[in-house]
């Protein structure tokens, strides 16, 4: 069955440095989304992504947050200077959605850890 | 302000019985609600969804309600395995009356333990 994927599986990284999380999303899906979860805490959106742009973004994605399909095949979330609130689970998910409903798949995730 | 909230943290129940878990929204009017399972460290894997027009839906041991009037979903697991203990999330899009943003909110989870 296919699948969504992620890498790297974990990430340490020093407050202030960029990071790059990188996902394959499933290969006939048209829409893309990153989510992240702090430790306890909920699931929360970052950002969709269809047609090789943001449809969607939330409070949580400001200015240090980009996202691209570079390829068309990978779909990556970048943080350019990191902090140690980025601390979190981020899952990217994608979907083929069909009118009136949406299914989406999320990957394993990447455990990122601000120092 | 929009809230969607599961009521309980914490489910501990004995295998064999049913779990009934709780969905509550408040200031949203989805047009369907989903119900995804989390393992530790993993993400969040798809369950059921359920529509608007939808009073209840099954697959196999697991059920899901819809009450627009009281704005709340139930999730049911019949005849619980020790296997079935993971976190349990609803979700919705907030975008309301019909079409879809493609976002979803999230509850906070219930963790349900099946003890054998």
């Known amino acids: 069955e296919p699948e969504v994927t992620q890498t790297p599986s974990h990430q340490v990284t020093q407050m202030g440095q960029e990071v790059i999380l990188r996902c394959v999303p499933i290969?006939?899906?048209?829409?893309f989304y990153w989510y992240r979860q702090i430790l306890g805490q909920k699931v929360e959106f970052l950002v969709s992504f269809y047609n090789n742009e943001i449809s969607e973004k939330s409070e949580i994605f400001d200015d240090q947050f980009s996202v691209e399909r570079p390829d068309g095949s990978n779909f990556t979330l970048k943080i350019r200077s990191t902090k140690l609130e980025d601390s979190a689970m981020y899952f990217c998910a994608s979907s083929h959605r069909d009118w009136y409903q949406e299914t989406q798949y999320f990957g394993p995730g990447t455990r990122l850890l601000v120092l | 302000s929009q809230k969607i909230e599961q009521n309980s943290e914490a489910l501990n129940i004995q295998e064999g019985k049913t779990a009934t878990l709780t969905c509550n929204y408040t200031?949203?009017?989805?047009?369907?609600l989903q119900w995804y399972r989390q393992d530790p460290g993993r993400g969040p894997v798809f369950l059921l969804l359920i529509r608007e027009n939808e009073k209840e839906k099954r697959k196999e041991r697991l059920k899901v309600t819809f009450d627009t009037t009281l704005k709340q979903s139930l999730f049911h697991i019949t005849a619980s395995q020790p296997a079935d203990s993971a976190t349990y999330l609803c979700?919705?899009?907030?975008?309301?009356?019909?079409?879809?943003?493609?976002?979803?909110?999230f509850g906070k989870g219930t963790k349900l333990s099946v003890k054998p």
């Open positions: 200031n949203y009017s989805p047009a369907y």
């Open positions: 290969s006939n899906h048209l829409y």
């Open positions: 979700a919705l899009d907030p975008l309301n009356y019909g079409g879809s943003q493609g976002n979803l909110i």
